[in-house]
């Protein structure tokens, strides 16, 4: 079944501590990103990545990093979350044309 | 800049009337237009899309979107609503670098 997978789906954490978020697509689409959907706001593009080893800033990078080593995974790291990152986070992937398929989300709370 | 705009946050209506979504989206170029649907608790479905040809795209769970460029919009139509629609929708065009800028959506509600 094509699938993009996040782990945890729900994460509470104190301010400071170093967090990762898992992403992985099983479809072997190049293009994958993270975005947050906060009320009223509708979805943010946080990063995206072309290919392996290609990544770029969206609308909200600020906090936030990426790696993609491998092209099924995307992990999005939070080196220092704040409580202004509590949120819920979605990874995409898809093919060219922008038809995403989305991760089931995760959300994050910072206390 | 690209921007896409839902101008109605929140819709009720009853089960069996019809619905439209409003979407109207800013784009230098010839869109590629999606209608996403997120149910309580779930991450983001595709219900359609556009990128070119017919203007009036069909949809999974009985849904249709027309695009008209002229009006720069893609409004979401259900001629008969059922209770499982109750859900948020998002409205989104793809840029140039496939990425997809989203509207703030609207939620539906569908009463009995």
């Known amino acids: 079944e094509a699938q993009v997978t996040q782990n945890p789906r729900y994460l509470i954490t104190v301010t400071g501590k170093k967090l990762t978020v898992t992403c992985s697509q099983n479809m072997n689409h190049e293009y994958m990103s993270w975005y947050r959907q906060d009320p009223g706001l509708g979805l943010r593009q946080i990063y995206y990545?072309?290919?392996?080893?290609?990544?770029d800033k969206g609308d909200v990078p600020e906090g936030y990093k990426v790696s993609r080593k491998e092209k099924r995974n995307f992990p999005l790291i939070l080196e220092s979350p704040s409580p202004n990152q509590t949120s819920l986070y979605f990874c995409?992937?898809?093919?060219?044309?922008?038809?995403?398929?989305f991760g089931q989300g995760t959300r994050l709370t910072v206390v | 800049a690209q921007s896409v705009t839902q101008p109605d946050i929140h819709i009720t209506v009853s089960e069996g009337a019809s619905l439209e979504l409003r979407c109207n989206y800013s784009y230098g170029a010839t869109p590629y237009l999606f209608w996403y649907v997120q149910s309580p608790g779930q991450g983001l479905q595709l219900l359609l899309k556009?990128?070119?040809?017919?203007?009036l795209v069909q949809g999974i769970k009985g849904f249709e979107a027309e695009f008209k460029r002229s009006q720069s919009s893609f409004n979401l139509r259900k001629p008969s609503v059922h209770w499982s629609d109750a859900a948020e929708y998002f409205c989104a065009v793809g840029a140039d670098t496939d990425k997809l800028i989203f509207g703030t959506g609207t939620r539906l509600q569908v009463f009995p």
């Open positions: 990545s072309m290919n392996v080893e290609v990544t």
């Open positions: 556009y990128f070119s040809g017919d203007t």
């Open positions: 995409a992937s898809s093919l060219w044309g922008g038809e995403a398929f």
